[in-house]
């Protein structure tokens, strides 16, 4: 008889959902701060919020405390924090110059955002854990807090005339991009960390420098960087390995 190895104590099941709980506050807080208009601190909350739903996943694994009401919760956090608060932070930023069409796309990335949420539940224990199908909605949310504050860096005169088509197209093409099938690295698997520990650190302390130097610019490079990647994994890495992957079944008939 196996039996299911559950943490040692049952108080470890509260720490993934507190975190979780934090991440919902925080989503709520930059709610509130958009309504007033303080769009920087809304971004910072978005950010935040990913940094605590990251940790809620990864404290259930180590301390073995995953439960389907924890992913169903988390999923119910992320939609207020990644989906409805970015999207009205979108509307009221810069897409309601748009009327209805800014409308539009603010409640399209909502939207999508649910479908990749409610997707992700479906495939989660089937699909690989290396990659994401479509891009997480932490992602695309983040993406779009780094831009606002990475906007400060824009000229005056573009902000006023690019700006607002550059967040209407962005937002749009994220929203498409949590539904499509392109898939994102998930870095749930640190085969890399176990095999150059010291590598690892070092790198990560660069990187931790990086940010700290210019933390607008880099975050919103991050992400972008991040979002282009699944497009050129999958659209021009994946063609190109298909046909090496063909070859090999011939070779092998032709050598037997």
Known sequence: ???????????????PNLLTTA??????????????????????????????DGLDGKIARL????SDFGIQFDSLSDLVSFGVCPALTMYLWQLGSFDQAGLAVAFLFMACGALRLARF????KSSPKKFFVGLPIPAAACTLAAFILFSSYLPHSFAEVILPK???MLTFVLG???????????????????LHPFSSIVTAIMIFVLVASEPKFILFL?????????????YLYLP?????????????????
């Open 222 to 234: 991050f992400f972008i960087t991040y979002v282009f990647s699944g497009l050129i994994y999958t």
């Open 23 to 52: 991440s919902l506050f925080i989503g709520f807080m930059g709610i509130l701060w958009a309504i007033e208009g303080r769009f920087h601190l809304t971004a910072i909350a978005i950010l935040g919020a990913c940094v605590f």
């Open 166 to 168: 550059a967040t209407l």
């Open 240 to 256: 190109l390995r298909k046909p090496a992957n063909l070859r090999e079944p011939e070779r092998r008939s032709h050598n037997s």
């Open 63 to 66: 301390t073995n405390s995953s």
């Open 121 to 124: 539940n479906l495939i989660t």
């Open 1 to 15: 008889m196996t039996q299911k190895i559950g943490p040692r104590h049952k108080g470890f099941y509260i720490l």
């Open 176 to 194: 498409l991009l949590m539904i499509s099938k392109v898939k994102y690295a998930s870095f749930k698997e640190f085969e890399m960390v176990r």
